[in-house]
Structure formats: structure tokens, C-alpha cells
């Protein structure tokens, strides 16, 4: 069964910023954990010589050329914000740092 | 502010403890364009410009490969002695911080473009250093955020926040090195030598501007100690904003201090990062590391594995420029400079100051005269780099405006003041404070006559054979020029004087 637990699931949903009921944590916990379960159940299957799949399509290597296209406009930039100063978004005074 | 902290005396603390760095350094890629879009690589100017839905992370916009910044990096890795990942993958870092406006940064995880290589840093005394590199990752740079509101301007007190996605995707390398051990008290200098070799690997490769007062070179110096004959790695901190090899010199040399204090009073070091504060020369505490660091990684999904082929890597290969190592070699024996002159240079971090200054049409002499003299000297009582301070090709046009006789020695002082306070190219300095030579014969000889008035004994001490007679004439003509004049051609036109 899996070891998925009440507190990593609090933990999660704090790291992703998701208010979560005490209703939604333990049904998101049976959820997660047979998810997890499934997954194990697969890796039992695919030893190491199973190469990961990165995509349905194994597909590799698409680069695009290094040429400047089209760019939206300040006006454009700013269109969908929902406060900005005219040039730049305008967001509230943040309490963590750069990363 | 919190009270000044205790530190330990320098030589104590290597007594005690062995100081144990490690480095990440960002390299911002000089394409055309960014990492996943094809918006311009260019910031600094209107913000919000040179960005596309890709960088703003609007929905239904999806990231595509910069292929150049891939060979880039490949480059890069390899000139780092690593090997190439023959797969290599994208992950998301998942972060909130508004300076990505998707809540994530594409980078690399556990599959980085490249791997296990080593960087031979040549120290101070000349001898070579090996540093361990961990890997080398592609990843993409976040906007700027300017805080507003408060009384400093910095986060803390900030009432909101300004963000510019210009710089957002901007193709980046980060090189990690391993611990880096055995530098002793020397680690501060390793850490400058070691930064100034990565900038000019990327500079010799011409993938980067490379310059770090302008934020296209970045690192982060990890430091901790352990006690003299522990095995096992101290808890180390992670010292940001040090954007000088100065810098890094002197904030490592901090950090020694500032553990070795706490340590020896029983203290424990908090893993954490710390900022350096070029001004008071201390670091201050930042972000402890905590869930913040637990960035839930996982595939990028919207991109596919990058698979270079063995021949493009060969080819890669094949491109390579010299290494620092071997073109310092090269150049010493090029540019004719004595054991003590290129070591000189070398230390003062200037060889590629002088090799972009002699490219720009200088001799080598007359480069290593101006970048370890006045250039020095200015940068000094600045306490910034000296290349910071003025362009190779502007250093290169002023050299040139002396050696064809319109500016001397002391008016391209002034020039040189003029171009680093901003005032536009030497020429246009010359120009806006009429610093130009008085190169006109008449009036130079107008001046002499003069000066022979007030001193008529002159000539005849002249035609004695008395020629340093010469020098009060000099002296007053040179004075009534406010300097704008060539000596040594009022010192021929005076002896003319008297021959004729």
C-alpha cells in the first residue's frame, strides 16, 4: 500500500500555493497514493534497461533557428495585467527573494 | 541592521579551520535571440519590448529550442573538459517569484548538457589549480523586478513591485563546481582566479559578453569550514551579489572570518544564503534554506530531449580555441613582456583587457601602460574592477589620438576621466572639453617669443651650450597652453629658436 501520507500532501499543496479542505487532504491522499501505487506496479515491469519515455512520439532534437521573430508590444505586454505602471507589471510587495 | 557580527583574525581562523568553496557561476549566452523564443536577447532598454507570449508564459504559447544556444552550451562544456550527454533533458523548477511569469524557470535537472570536467585556474605565485566542475546546465534567465515604496529601495519595506520580462528567457549556462578543496588560505584569491578564468573561456569561445558589472557574468560563492582534521564538510553558506572578482575575493575572505567566529565560540553555521554588500564589505543573511528549495522538478513536458550527435560534438571539438593557459603562453611571447610585467598583468585580471585593446589596434605596450597604470589607479579609488570602467576600443582611440600627436600624455588623463564619467568617445570628450593639442606651429611660436621676452638671456644660454635653459621657456610656453601643448615639440621649436 502506499506511503503516502496526510502531512505530504499538506506539505505539497503548501509548496504550490492550493488551500486545500480537510475533505480535499484525505481524498487527494487515497488518490495520490494510487497513483504512486500504479507507477511502482509499472517499475516492477521496466527494469533498467527500459529507457525512459520523454514524449509519445519519440521525437529529439527540434531546435528552432536562432533568428528574431515577431515580439508583442508594450500595450500588448501589459494588456492582460491586472495592474501595471504604463511600461511594467505591477505586482505586490513579495516577501521571498529571487531564486 | 543587525549588530556588526564578530570575525575571526584571517590567519587564526586558517589555524583552526579549512575553508572548503565552491562556485556557480551564470553565463548569459549572446544569441540572437532567447532560449525558448524568438524574441530578441536584449534588455536594459524600453521595458516589456522584447518579449512574445512564449516569455510571458501565456496559455496555448509553447517553448521551442534555441539550437545555437544549444551549441553554445555544448562549446562551453567541452572548453570546461566535460563530457557531453549523449541525452540530455529540460525540467521545471516550480517557484513563485513574479520574475517568471509562468511560476517556474526551464532548466535542467538530473540531466544537464554537460558533466564532470575540471578548469586549470592559474593563482597569484603562477602555479595551477585545478577545480573540479560538477556540470554545466542550460537554463533561462528571469526578469527584473524594481521594488518600490520603503525607504531603501530593497525588498524588505517594499510596498509593491515593478517587473520588466525583457530579460525573461534569456539563454543561460550555470557551471557548478564540485567542493573545491586544498586551497587554504589561498581560497579567497582562487575564487577571483577561478571566475576570471570562466570569463575568459566564454570571451575566447564568443558566447558571452561576459561582463559582470552588467550582470552577464554571475556568481554565487559557497562557503563553509571544518575543524582541522574532520573529514566530514561543514555547513556552508551561499554568498550572492558578488559581482566583481573582487568581490569574490573579498566576500569569501568575510565568510571564513565570520564561520571561523561562530565556530569557535560553539556556535553552528545556518545553511542559508547571504548577500554581499559591496559597500560595507559584509554579507548579510537572506533566505534560510528550507521548503523554498524543494522545487518539485520534474520533465518539461512542452520539450524534447536534446541528442547531439557524436559529429557535432567533433565539430564542436574541432572549434575550440585555445586555452587561457595556452594562449597566456602565446601572448606573453607576443607582446614581449618581461616574467614580471605579464605576471603583473595577469593578477590584475587585464590580459584580455589588453588583448581586445591590442586587437582594437594598440601596441602591447603602450594597453599594458594605460589598463595597469591610470586605468588602475582610477579603478582603485573606485573599488571596481578596472574593466569595468572604460571599453578596450575606447581605450584603444584615445591611445590613438596620442600617438598621432593630438592629445599628450596628460590631456588623455583628462580624456580618459571624461569617458569613464560618461561623456561620450574620446573624440567627442577632446571635442566637448577642448582638450585637443595645440598643434599649430604659430602660435606655439607666438607663446616662445613671448616667454623669450620676459627671459631674453635665454637664448644665449641656449647658444652657450647651456640647453636646459630651455626648460623656463618650456615651462611658461606649456603654461600659457594650459597644457594643451606638446612639449617636445616647444623644446625643438625653442632650439630652432636659438639656431637661427
Known amino acids: 500500500m502506499s506511503e503516502i501520507t496526510r502531512e505530504q500532501v499538506e506539505h505539497l499543496a503548501g509548496l504550490a500555493r492550493i488551500a486545500l479542505t480537510p475533505d480535499e487532504i484525505d481524498k487527494l ?4 497514493g494510487h497513483i504512486v501505487d500504479s507507477i511502482a506496479k509499472v517499475s516492477e515491469v521496466a527494469n533498467a534497461d527500459v529507457p525512459a519515455t520523454s514524449h509519445p512520439i519519440p521525437l529529439s532534437n527540434v531546435f528552432r533557428d536562432d533568428v528574431v521573430g515577431e515580439t508583442l508590444t508594450q500595450e500588448q505586454a501589459l494588456a492582460g495585467a491586472p495592474e501595471h505602471d504604463g511600461t511594467r507589471f505591477k505586482v505586490s510587495a513579495i516577501l521571498g527573494e529571487e531564486q | ?94 517557484y513563485f517569484y513574479p520574475d517568471l511569469a509562468k511560476n517556474y524557470q526551464i532548466s535542467q535537472s538530473d540531466e544537464p548538457i554537460a558533466f564532470e570536467g575540471s578548469v586549470e585556474v592559474e593563482m597569484p605565485d603562477g602555479t595551477l589549480f585545478t577545480v573540479p566542475v560538477e556540470r554545466a546546465h542550460m537554463e533561462e534567465d528571469a526578469g527584473k523586478l524594481t521594488h518600490v515604496g520603503g525607504s531603501t529601495g530593497r525588498i524588505q519595506g ?16 550555470e557551471i557548478v563546481t564540485h567542493p573545491i578543496i586544498g586551497a587554504e588560505a589561498l581560497a579567497p584569491e582562487l575564487g577571483a582566479a577561478y571566475v576570471e578564468t570562466i570569463r575568459d573561456i566564454v570571451r575566447g569561445l564568443g558566447i558571452s559578453e561576459a561582463r559582470m558589472e552588467r550582470g552577464n557574468l554571475r556568481c554565487d560563492a559557497n562557503i563553509s569550514l571544518r575543524p582541522r582534521g574532520q573529514e566530514k564538510l561543514g555547513t556552508r553558506t551561499e554568498t550572492k551579489n558578488v559581482n566583481s572578482f573582487r568581490a569574490v575575493e573579498r566576500a569569501i575572505r568575510y565568510e571564513i572570518q565570520r564561520q571561523a567566529a561562530i565556530l569557535a565560540k560553539g556556535g553552528t553555521i545556518t545553511q542559508e544564503t547571504r548577500h554581499w554588500h559591496e559597500d560595507t564589505g559584509r554579507t548579510s543573511a537572506g533566505r534560510p534554506k528550507s521548503d523554498a528549495d524543494d ?9 524534447l530531449p536534446v541528442e547531439p550527435s557524436l559529429e557535432l560534438i567533433q565539430e564542436l571539438r574541432a572549434a575550440l580555441p585555445e586555452s587561457p593557459a595556452v594562449m597566456r603562453r602565446r601572448l606573453k611571447a607576443q607582446w614581449g613582456f618581461t616574467d614580471l610585467e605579464f605576471q603583473d598583468v595577469k593578477n590584475a585580471g587585464l590580459l584580455t583587457e589588453i588583448v581586445e585593446t591590442v586587437a582594437a589596434g594598440s601596441t602591447p605596450a603602450s594597453a599594458r601602460k594605460w589598463w595597469t597604470g591610470e586605468i588602475a589607479r582610477l579603478a582603485n579609488a573606485a573599488e571596481v574592477d578596472a574593466s569595468s570602467l572604460v571599453e578596450p576600443s575606447q581605450l584603444a582611440e584615445l591611445i590613438a589620438l596620442i600617438d598621432s600627436g ?44 613671448e616667454a623669450l621676452a620676459s627671459q631674453p638671456d635665454v637664448l644665449e644660454k641656449i647658444r652657450d651650450g647651456k640647453v636646459q635653459a630651455a626648460g623656463a621657456v618650456i615651462g611658461a610656453v606649456m603654461k600659457a597652453m594650459k597644457g594643451q601643448a606638446d612639449a617636445a615639440r616647444v623644446r625643438e621649436l625653442v632650439l630652432e629658436r636659438a639656431q637661427a
Open chain 2, 158 to 173: 517594499a510596498e509593491y513591485s515593478l517587473v520588466d520580462y525583457n530579460r525573461a528567457g534569456v539563454p543561460l549556462v
Open chain 2, 295 to 303: 522545487y518539485r522538478y520534474f520533465p518539461e513536458p512542452d520539450l
Open chain 1, 29 to 32: 491522499t487515497g488518490e495520490l
Open chain 2, 406 to 449: 593630438e592629445l599628450t600624455d596628460r590631456l588623455a588623463r583628462q580624456v580618459l576621466e571624461g569617458v569613464i564619467a560618461g561623456e561620450g568617445t574620446p573624440a567627442e570628450v577632446v571635442e566637448k572639453r577642448g582638450l585637443k593639442v595645440v598643434s599649430d606651429d604659430g602660435a606655439l611660436i607666438a607663446a616662445i617669443d
Open chain 2, 1 to 94: 541592521m543587525a549588530a556588526r557580527p564578530e570575525l575571526m583574525d584571517y590567519d587564526k581562523a586558517l589555524e583552526m579551520f579549512e575553508p572548503v568553496v565552491g562556485f556557480e557561476v551564470h553565463v548569459e549566452l549572446s544569441t540572437a535571440t532567447k532560449m525558448f523564443s524568438d524574441a530578441p536577447n536584449e534588455f536594459g532598454g524600453e521595458p516589456n519590448t522584447n518579449i512574445t507570449p512564449v516569455d510571458l508564459g501565456l496559455p496555448g504559447s509553447l517553448p521551442v529550442v534555441n539550437g545555437q544556444a544549444v551549441k553554445y552550451a555544448i562549446s562551453l562544456g567541452l572548453a570546461l573538459g566535460c563530457s557531453i550527454a549523449p541525452t540530455s533533458r529540460f525540467a521545471r523548477k516550480n
